[in-house]
């Protein structure tokens, strides 16, 4: 069974506008963490956020946040204020456990901006 | 910033060759992947390494596959006879576990920028 679902293959957003990237996840542990990754046509892979299974508050990095809802087992990336550079490929990927190696990724969602 | 460095970006052989994909992770990493994305598609787990041994690996990761961290720096795939399907972009990542604490990480995955293959 999948334990990363990303049920959006493609997303368009107009610039300077939000847009919100879906991400649910299947486990069993009381501890885990849930990353988002970028990956832009260039190829590399960039960490752009980390939620914490324990984190009361939802994470937030600059224009990104993590809507985090453990009940629902989901972790949504929100993207403010959409940039052109913001066009790409975005993983949502989850460890389990602290010391846990199990490090698996979801399909991906492919974001377009547009001017 | 320490990275992961990968070599060779890009390699092309043929069907029934090895090749051998070197990766060197971040020095005070414990945990080392090995994953594959083809054409921009998902990021599938190979393996993973820990303790001088494979902790975990995927249904993908057969006989045809091993990995090595041979001289405690470098963090090597080979695969021995290469099929037409093993073309993909194979990236290295290392980690180290999720601390609390005064010395808090993430445990993040680190990713190198990818080897290219293409069998032909």
């Known amino acids: 069974a999948q334990k990363i679902t990303q049920t959006q293959p493609g997303m368009f957003v107009q610039e300077k506008e939000a847009v919100t990237l879906d991400c649910t996840y299947d486990t069993s542990d009381q501890s885990y963490g849930l990353f988002w990754y970028k990956q832009p046509s260039s190829g590399e892979m960039i960490f752009l956020i980390y939620q914490g299974s324990y984190d009361e508050q939802n994470a937030t990095e600059g224009r990104y946040s993590l809507n985090f809802q453990k009940a629902r087992k989901s972790a949504n990336l929100v993207i403010s204020a959409s940039q052109l550079g913001d066009s790409a490929m975005y993983f949502c990927a989850m460890r389990e456990g602290n010391y846990g190696q199990n490090f698996v990724f979801g399909p991906g969602t492919r974001l377009s901006v547009l001017p | 910033e320490p990275e992961v460095t990968q070599t060779p970006s890009h390699q092309v052989t043929q069907m029934g060759q090895e090749v051998i994909l070197r990766c060197v992770p971040i020095s005070n990493h414990l945990y080392f992947y090995w994953y594959r994305q083809i054409l921009g598609q998902k990021v599938e787990f190979l393996v993973s390494?820990?303790?001088?041994?494979?902790?975990?690996k995927s249904e993908i990761f057969d006989d045809q596959f091993s990995v090595e961290r041979p001289d405690g720096s470098n963090f090597t795939l080979k695969i021995r006879s290469t099929k037409l399907e093993d073309s993909a972009m194979y990236f290295c990542?290392?980690?180290?576990?999720?601390?609390?604490?005064?010395?808090?990480?993430?445990?993040?995955?680190?990713f190198g920028e990818g080897s290219r293959l293409t069998v032909l």
């Open positions: 390494f820990y303790n001088n041994e494979i902790s975990e």
């Open positions: 990542a290392s980690r180290n576990p999720r601390l609390a604490g005064a010395h808090a990480n993430t445990g993040e995955l680190f």
